[in-house]
Each structure stands twice: as C-alpha cells, then as structure tokens.
C-alpha cells in the first residue's frame, strides 16, 4: 500500500485512468534471479497492481505494464518499471452460476456403490489393497509422499519403491514485456507456505465412496493447523478390461478380466492454477502417476479486442486471445518427481535398453529389423537421459540380488507418457535456475539431504543448484541404492476453450514391472 503513494506509481496508475485507488491492490512476489547487478544479495520483490473492481475472479484485471521492484529488507524501490499503458478488459472471468446461466441437463443419473464397504484396508497411514501395500502421508511442500511400496507375490512379500513423490514444479511464461518476463515460478520450493495441498471437495475431486485422510501442516509462522479431506483414496473400474483374448470355439472361447484400481489423489492450489495429483495402483503390479492441470490460465491485458487489430504490435506475438482485451500467455509447466526405487532390495542399477536398426544381410528377404541393445549405467553422467523418438531407449531400474525364473535380473521400467522438452537458449537464467529440466531423467545415489531437484532453497536462487549440482561429482550408480528423478513437461498455447477456467489436461507416465514377475501378475483376477 505504500507503494500505491509513490509519486511513479500514482501517476503511472492515472494515466491508465485510475483516479481513485481505493480498490487497487498490490502483490509481491519473489519472481527469481536474471543476474541483474543492483538486484544481486538482496531479498528482491516484483510488485503488480491488480484491479478487482466488480469481480470475483480478478486474475484477467492485473494492470498491464507496470512493475515496481524492492528490497524486501531495506523497503527500497530499486525501480519502476512502466511501459505502454492499456485499458482494462471490461469481460468478465467470473463463472458462478449467475453468470453462466441454468445448467444443462444430464439424463440418466450414474451410482457407484460397495455395499460391503471398500476393498481396501487403511491403518493410519498404512493402506493395503489387494496385493499391494504402502505408506501415504501428505507434505506441506511436496503434496503427498507415497514410501514402503511392496507387492505380495504369492508367499513372498517383494519391495518396489521406498519413496516415491513430486520434488518439484516449474512454470515459466513467454513473454519478453515487463511484468511477464519474470514470471517463472519454482512452485513446490517457492509458493508452498501453508500447504501445497488444499482440501478436496468431496464429490467433485473424488467420488463419494472416497476414503479422505486428514493432515496437519504449520503456517508461515511455525503453528500447527489441521486441515481435513487433503488425500483421497477409492477404488474404481473405468471400464476397461485388464486383459482379453478372443479365442475361437474350438480353442475355449472368448476370455478377459475386467480391471479395476487403485486411486491415491490429492490436490494443489498455486495461485491461479490447480493440479491433481494421482498415484494409481493397477492389479498388474504397475503404478501410474498422472497430473492434471486446471484452474484458472494467467492472461494479461492488451488493447485489441480482436486478433485483426493491431494497436501495440500483434496480440497474438506470446499467446492467443481468449476474449476481448485478453491474451492467455504462452507458457510450460515442468514437474518433475523423486523415485526411490528398491526393486527386490535396496542395491539396483540403471539398464539402458537402445533400440537400433540392424541391417540384415543382402541375401535377406528384409532388409532391416530393430533390436535391444542393453547397458549398465555406471554413473551419473551416463544415466542423464532426454527422450529422443528417432533413437528410443527403454529405462529400467534392475535388482542386483534377484533374477527371474529364465535368468533376467528383475526390474521396473520408468515409461513415459506425453511429455516435452525446454525451449529456452542455454543461458536464460530461468533454465539455469530450474536445471532439471535439462534431462527427462536423472539417476543419483541415494542421499537423504538430497530431495529437491532445484535445490533446498529455490527463492531467488543462482543458477545451477540442486540436481545440476549433485551430479557434477558423476558419482558411482551401479548395484547401489539409487534414485531416479523423472521430469515431465507440458507446453501450453491456451485455447479459448481454457478460458475462464480450462478443462482438466491429463498428463502421466507409469512405473512398470519388466521381468519382476514370471508371467502376467494378473491372471488370477476373478471372472
């Protein structure tokens, strides 16, 4: 509010037409390091203006070119920043009932019932589900940590994972204007005071049959506060059959197993954006981790109110235009997750499976076939691993001490899904900052201070901490207790239908036994 006094600022705000600054706030963020030298050692804030006149949701009415920068300790204005000025959007973003109208009518109502109960055992943090057993608990920083994975496989009782959880989120925006260009938030390490996870609404995040576990988390000044509903467990079946085969009469007829699974959620606020966050089970001794982003996409304000204008440069230059004077801003979302896998015991190793071309002799009918050639990774500089579509690998964390039946060593695959690479040049200090993006996977010996892929303490950081720096000593990774950090990327060019508030985008990848088993685990689920 002090700064809403400044002379700068007072008349920056007039000449965008406020007279009257009543209702005008201010924020304050810690929006990172560009190696800037009057902002070096000092605890840096970026303040924007923010008109919430006749909205609920005023996250569309952030006042556009206009950034005040200040030290935090000392209470000084380094700078003004004030570029060109435009009017505020006059749309609205809110989306209450009253705004949007009656809702559409759905036929056909749908129930899930379990008139036994659920088909799944929770002992205060402990949850056992058909063969599978685990610990959940949430985190204030890291939403959710799921440890002491096993998998009983007929009399034996085989670990998988001792601790598997997101380490970290990084959301950069494309935009060079001021107000924009600094916009990329470490999100896990920076904005998790109080809670990465927020409570789940029941019958909307999860269904009613939900199991919820409560947590107890310490706000900004160190005291406990109870907040209920922060996980959610529950069974379901999508629908889809486990495993099927056709067969012929005379080879026994058709045969399948309907699949059903296990489904551990929470759910993060970060300012504008939600994600959910699952971990889900699968009676084939897999587990799939999915993310979904929703919420509410950042836009800031331009003077054009369509894309043939072009009034301040082309609207559409960072983004697209979702409404009238709006233009949601492109931008990516990285996450990337620590897991802790102890594969039939602690001591694993990273194989890499290279699928290559084989040219066949010249008196071959084929010319070609692929094949698997596998190695052991010996250390970490061997195990940085970035997905390439033209030279596929497979990567696979195998036990030291376990074989299977015909002589593999057991293992579980990291497999992923729909994910994406940085598009930043080398040196942009938001990339330097965020170094895990560098890699879709990274492979370090365990080390229990290690936990963070951007580091411990990621406000305002310099380049190069947390896994960028662990990795540089290219420790020893082979046939001892090691962790994968897997990063999965999401580009987002916002589309009008994200706008006021976007559909639910899933992305996921799978943990997935490879040679664990002797055949499939799921063969004897009930008809």
């Not at 056992?128 to 940590?145: S, T, Y």
């Not at 997750?337 to 084989?358: C, H, T, W, Y």
């Not at 060019?493 to 976007?502: G, I, K, L, N, S």
Request: glycine fraction near 8%; hydrophobic fraction near 35%; aromatic fraction near 10%.
């Amino acid at each position: 509010d002090d700064l809403k006094s400044h002379p700068d600022v007072v008349a920056a705000l007039e000449r965008r037409g406020y007279d009257d600054l009543t209702f005008i706030s201010s924020v304050t963020l810690p929006l990172g390091n560009f190696g800037i030298p009057e902002e070096q050692g000092r605890r840096i804030g970026h303040v924007v203006f923010m008109d919430y006149r006749g909205e609920q949701m005023g996250w569309h009415r952030e006042i556009a070119g206009l950034v005040a920068v200040v030290d935090l300790n000392s209470k000084e204005i380094i700078r003004i920043d004030d570029e060109v000025a435009v009017p505020a959007p006059e749309v609205s973003m809110n989306y209450d009932r009253a705004t949007i109208g009656p809702a559409r009518e759905v036929p056909g109502p749908l129930f899930v019932q379990q008139p036994n109960g659920p088909g799944f055992k929770v002992d205060g943090h402990f949850v056992e589900w058909q063969n599978w057993r685990f610990h959940v608990k949430p985190d204030v920083r890291l939403g959710m940590i799921i440890s002491s994975v096993t998998y009983q496989d007929g009399d034996d009782t085989r670990s998988v994972l001792y601790q598997g959880n997101l380490s970290e989120i990084f959301v950069p925006y494309m935009d060079p204007e001021i107000g924009w260009y600094n916009k990329n938030y470490i999100d896990s390490g920076e904005y998790s005071d109080g809670g990465l996870i927020k409570p789940m609404m029941a019958n909307v995040d999860c269904p009613p049959h939900t199991h919820y576990l409560d947590a107890i988390f310490g706000n900004s000044q160190g005291r406990p506060f109870q907040q209920s509903r922060m996980i959610g467990i529950f069974e379901r079946e999508p629908g889809d059959p486990s495993w099927r085969h056709y067969k012929g009469p005379d080879e026994g007829g058709p045969d399948g197993r309907k699949k059903r699974d296990l489904v551990v959620r929470c759910a993060a606020v970060l300012a504008n954006y939600d994600y959910i966050f699952d971990w889900i089970f699968q009676q084939d001794g897999s587990i799939v981790v999915r993310i979904g982003a929703t919420g509410m996409v950042a836009v800031k304000q331009v003077a054009e109110t369509t894309v043939d204008q072009s009034i301040n440069g082309d609207p559409s230059a960072y983004g697209r235009m979702v409404d009238e004077r709006v233009v949601g801003v492109n931008h990516d979302h990285f996450f990337n997750f620590r897991i802790d896998l102890d594969v039939d015991g602690a001591e694993n190793s990273l194989s890499i499976d290279k699928l290559r071309v084989q040219r066949l002799p010249e008196d071959h009918p084929r010319r070609s076939v692929w094949t698997a050639q596998s190695h052991v990774a010996q250390t970490e500089s061997q195990a940085k691993m970035n997905i390439n579509l033209e030279k596929p690998a497979m990567w696979r964390f195998t036990s030291s001490d376990r074989k299977s039946k015909v002589g593999y060593p057991t293992s579980y695959r990291i497999k992923p899904g729909m994910t994406g690479a940085p598009l930043f040049s080398d040196d942009d200090f938001p990339r330097l900052r965020a170094g895990f993006i560098d890699h879709h996977l990274w492979v370090t010996p365990y080390e229990p201070d290690e936990l963070y892929a951007a580091g411990e303490f990621p406000t305002l950081s310099t380049p190069g901490m947390g896994l960028p720096a662990w990795t540089k000593e290219d420790r020893t990774i082979a046939d001892t207790d090691i962790v994968a950090w897997y990063t999965m990327g999401m580009h987002h060019v916002v589309r009008a239908e994200d706008w006021p508030v976007m559909p639910v985008a899933w992305h996921s990848f799978e943990i997935r036994p490879f040679d664990f088993f002797d055949q499939n685990p799921a063969l004897d689920l009930p008809e």
